[in-house]
Nanobody
Framework: VQLVESGGGLVQPGESLRLSCAAS????????LGWHRQAPGKQREFIAT???????TYGDSVKGRFTVSRDNAKNTVYLQMNDLKLEDTAVYYC??????????WGRGTQVTVSS
C-alpha cells in the first residue's frame, strides 16, 4: 500500500488547514486510515483514525479541534485541523492498517504554525 500526504504548509495560530492522504495498492476491507505526527525532538504522537466503516478515534491533544474523515471511493483520508496552535507544528504522517496486521506509513507532510 502506498500513501501520499498533501496539504501541509505554514499557517498562523488560530487558522485552519486540511490534510489529505491518498492510499493506493493492495487495500483490503476492514482497514483503518489515520494520522500521527512527530515534532522535532519528540516521539511520534497518535492523532486520529477512521475505519472504512466510519468509526473514529482521536488523541486527547486534538479532540474538539481536529476532525478525521475519509472517502472510501477515493481511498483518501482527510484531517481537518482548526484553531491551530504553535504546538501543532510537526510532520504529519498518514498510516494504513488492516486486519491482516499490515501497517504502512506515508512520507509525511510538514505543518508549521507560526506567528
Amino acid at each position: 500500500v502506498q500513501l501520499v500526504e498533501s496539504g501541509g504548509g505554514l499557517v498562523q495560530p488560530g487558522e485552519s488547514l486540511r490534510l489529505s492522504c491518498a492510499a493506493s495498492g493492495s487495500i483490503v476491507s476492514g482497514n483503518v486510515l489515520g494520522w500521527h505526527r512527530q515534532a522535532p525532538g519528540k516521539q511520534r504522537e497518535f492523532i486520529a483514525t477512521v475505519s472504512d466503516a466510519g468509526s473514529t478515534t482521536y488523541g486527547d491533544s486534538v479532540k474538539g479541534r481536529f476532525t478525521v474523515s475519509r472517502d472510501n471511493a477515493k481511498n483518501t483520508v482527510y484531517l481537518q485541523m482548526n484553531d491551530l496552535k504553535l504546538e501543532d507544528t510537526a510532520v504529519y504522517y498518514c498510516q494504513y492498517g488492516d486486519f491482516l496486521s499490515n501497517t504502512y506509513w506515508g512520507r509525511g507532510t510538514q505543518v508549521t504554525v507560526s506567528s
